[in-house]
């Protein structure tokens, strides 16, 4: 089941995403920025349990601390 997931990214990147799908609708028309998130999460969170974990997920948890964190380079 889908859920919804909402985060903040720099505006270019943000721009590039929407780009990268417009772009594959022409390969696959059914293609969306869902898709694209899931399959970068997924890659990404695979990555870091893997050289991080011992390639294991870490325990689930019901939600994570809020706050600012600092300015990177790209904002």
């Not at 859920?3 to 929407?18: D, K, M």
């Not at 293609?31 to 899931?38: A, D, E, W």
């Amino acid at each position: 089941m889908k859920e919804p997931f909402s985060t903040q990214i720099p505006g270019s990147l943000r721009a590039r995403a929407r780009a990268t799908v417009k772009g594959m609708k022409t390969v696959d028309p059914s293609y969306s920025l869902s898709q694209l998130v899931t399959d970068a999460v997924r890659a990404h969170v695979a990555h870091l349990e893997q050289r991080h974990h011992h390639g294991h997920p870490w325990p689930t948890v019901a939600h994570l601390d809020v706050g600012r964190r600092p300015l990177d380079d790209d904002e």
